[in-house]
């Protein structure tokens, strides 16, 4: 069996966020992407205390195309350091894991 996972990115734009999430399905490397927003983040970047509004996604996949999603957000991305973000599915319904099998390359 397949190890499955989702991929977490936050983007600064809702439009940005739908085209990630699009082009991710549209090559077959997530099953789905949820996206989730607006949500606000507050982080240090270059010295300062920021905080801004961003959306998030969340992509259903498989373990094995992780460095193909990573290179895909990357492209795709307008923040110098993206974050990307992986966590393992530890169980999941054995039909919906099936889909996710059925819709990924």
């Not at 607006?38 to 195309?65: F, H, M, N, V």
Request: with cysteine; hydrophobic share 40%.
């Amino acid at each position: 069996m397949n190890e499955y996972i989702q991929v977490a990115t936050t983007v600064g734009r809702r439009e940005d966020a739908a085209r990630i999430a699009g082009e991710l399905v549209r090559r077959r490397l997530a099953a789905c992407v949820q996206v989730i927003g607006p949500i606000s983040s507050t982080y240090r970047w270059k010295g300062k205390i920021e905080t801004a509004e961003e959306w998030q996604c969340w992509a259903k996949t498989r373990r094995d195309l992780y460095d193909e999603i990573e290179r895909s957000i990357r492209e795709l991305h307008a923040y110098e350091v993206p974050e990307i973000m992986a966590v393992p599915i530890s169980a999941g319904g054995a039909d919906y894991l099936a889909w996710i099998e059925e819709q990924v390359k």
